[in-house]
């Protein structure tokens, strides 16, 4: 950039008459200034009042102007946010006091804080529950669990249900998500609405497993990709970084960094590709046409108090999150919002930016744009709940309140703490303070109710009536007994030595230490006998053992106190398959269908042990129930697209392997199954084509021999003869009866070369 010539002190006089001129009097029609001395008192005083006046005008108009910049009506910046780009970043476990934004030192979270500092920052926000699943389908729902029924991870949102997704997807916008965890896995109904759902990650797997995730490198390069083909079109997209979950493990540079802080080393890795998705929209033209709201969908205990994960307890290390609502030309007035504000109000406020208008659905949530114009004052109501302890152990839930400075915890044994007072929650005032503890029980409940569709009776006395308990438990909700009397499950308070257990068998296991993890989990079992993880862990690590019989016992006895354990039944199933009982492992799996048609790991074993018998078309209708529940899985349409081959229904399968090779161009196992299949067919040409496609991409000891096989069958025997020499060339390790079979083949064709030349 040039620099400003600088202006003389003759120059700056001569701008500054000019100046004068242009608020002095006009000239008259000959163009003539009247002098000075020839004007009157009179004219002079008129004058006078003229320039007064026309000052006053000046500056009325400029603060006009001014008070409609300041004051621009919503409407018209929510217009323009309609024709923005939508992008939903969700960090996953990620607590807000750990972000530099919020305060925190010890954690580098750069991209973040610039983000927070040009931009919105939300200080007080709760999540739904302090569990993955939960909490993203409030964020996608605009609806409490309680509406939802989603209370825990591994539900399944009920069929009706809309998500923000769809509404955006009819206004023209173009979807995708990108998520990094099975906890969001699509078969749980997150997808609604996405054109693009990428779950692919372990997709090449029979079996997902419910810890599969990948890092936020990967869950970037899949975002970036898409990105690349569809930035022209005006996108709503969701991406889900899950790096901050237990167990920490952060890639170097950061693993050595944060060696003493590992989680805090999860965070800075993430706002690393945090940053990345921030230079893949500006090199695109977007980022300033892209409004962007970042927020956690739970925190992390971090042993702070009781609890080093999350999910057990409602106290603000695992229920406060960052939010963070970004764009500098929607929202060019940046600024900081202390009231309370929920997840619940993410999916309203969408809707409005996008021009739907919070109408377009159901939602129990807030806008928060009200909050950013200033206004709404008030801290809103949040409600948070958790089910984990209930159907992992088999111990009360927990729902609480939070109402201006009071949280109330309701349990077996209840808690209220004042959180302006005692920010850390160290005091439970519940026992000196019944006035506010009746006023927020029965508030909790009337929100409860209300959120489930129901209404509350008239309040009876100090407690709740019996028509609101039956109301509650309807609902899901067993711990609403009157307060100090005996639960019908144990407050997850009373079992932190267990939990202490709980958390060393799973440290043992996590370091392969499974002769220990086998004793611990055997303690655990007898405490929690009606908790089915007691079993399916137990059985895990016996299994690791190769002590099958043990463990198929150990399921069975289980069983015999759950007989309806979905997962404890998936267990078994898989524990008899992997010990060659497959008519026991079929068995089983039916029994899963039965409590759980859409169970995709029954439906994947059933279809593959019929498949393995030969029973091609029963088989079929499984791999078809599998892919209606997920329709995206790698191993499931390669599986379903080897049936239809096997059971000549050739050009079936090649339609299936063509769309896998859109999907996946790098693997060259798909060019060589389409190539066979065409080879099959007598379309020699097109089975030359991908075959050697193949070899292209990655040459293998197989595809050196099935391009032999169809040369031979194209009629070409010297390229035949030419790839079979190449296989047994490179066939060290591989099966001696392939091995030997090839030898025999190619020596018959040498000889028929032979009698051909």
Known sequence: MSKKKKRTKKARQSENKAGQRDYGPKEDEGGRLKKAEEQSEESRAKKKQALIWLTVGLILAVVGVMALLKFRTPSADRERASTFNLLLITLDTTRADHLGCYGYKKAATPNLDRLATEGWRFNRVYCSAPLTLPSHVTMLTGLEPVAHGVHNNGHYLAAGIKTITEVLAARGYKTAAFVSSFSVDSRFGLDRGFEDYDDTFEADLPFKTNNAERRAEATFARFSAWLENNYRDKFF????????????????????????????????????????????????????????????????????????????????????????IWNKKIFPKKGVVNQTVRLLDIAPTVLELSGAGASSLPVQGKSLL???????????????????????????????????????IQCPRPELYDLKTDPEERKNLFDSSPDITTKLRKQLEAELLMAGGQEMTKPSGSGPTAADTEKLRSLGYLSFAPA????????????????????????????????????????????????????????????????????????????????????????????????????????????????????????????????????????????????????????????????????????????????????????????????IAYSYLGEHDQALFYLRQALAIMPTRSGYFNLAVAYEKAGDVANAIKYLRLYLENSTGDDPGSIAQAKAELSRLEKQAGQVN
């Open 237 to 324: 997209s969701w991406i889900h970084y899950f790096d901050p979950h237990l167990p920490y493990d952060p890639p170097s540079p950061y693993k050595e960094d944060y060696a003493d802080h590992p989680y805090d080393g999860e965070i800075a890795y993430m706002d690393f590709y945090f940053g990345k998705i921030l230079e893949a929209l500006k090199s695109k033209g977007l980022l300033d046409k892209t409004i962007i709201i970042i927020a956690g969908d739970h925190g992390e205990g971090l042993g702070d108090k009781v609890e080093r994960g999350h999910g057990l307890f409602l106290y603000e290390e695992t229920v406060r999150v960052p939010l963070i």
């Open 484 to 675: 100090r009397v005996a639960s019908v499950l144990p407050d997850p308070k009373e079992k932190i030595d267990l939990l202490n257990l709980i958390q060393q068998a799973q440290m043992a296991e996590y370091e392969e230490r499974y002769a220990e993890a086998e004793q611990i989990y055997f303690k655990i079992m007898d405490e929690i006998p009606d908790s089915p993880a007691s079993y399916v862990n137990l059985a895990i690590v016996q299994a690791r053992q190769r002590k099958m019989e043990e463990a198929v016992e150990t399921l069975k006895k289980g069983l015999a106190r759950l007989p309806d354990s979905e997962i404890v039944l998936v267990r078994l199933g898989h524990t008899y398959l992997v010990s060659g009982k497959v008519a026991e492992a079929f068995s089983t799996m039916n029994k899963v269908l039965q409590l759980n048609p859409r169970n995709v790991d029954a439906l994947t074993v059933c279809a593959g042990i019929l498949d393995t018998l030969g029973r091609k078309e029963e088989a079929r209708k499984y791999y078809e129930q599998a892919l209606a529940v997920e329709p995206e899985s790698k191993f499931l349409r390669m599986s379903y697209a080897g049936n239809l081959a096997s059971s000549g229904k050739l050009k079936e399968a090649i339609e299936i392997y063509k769309k896998l090779i859109e999907d996946y161009p790098g693997d060259q196992s798909f060019y060589q199954l389409i190539g």
């Open 370 to 408: 009200p909050l950013m114009e200033g206004k709404e004052k008030k801290d809103r109501i949040a409600l948070i709940e958790t089910f984990y302890p209930r159907e992992n152990f088999g111990w009360s839930e927990l729902v609480a309140l939070v109402a201006d400075r009071w949280k109330y």
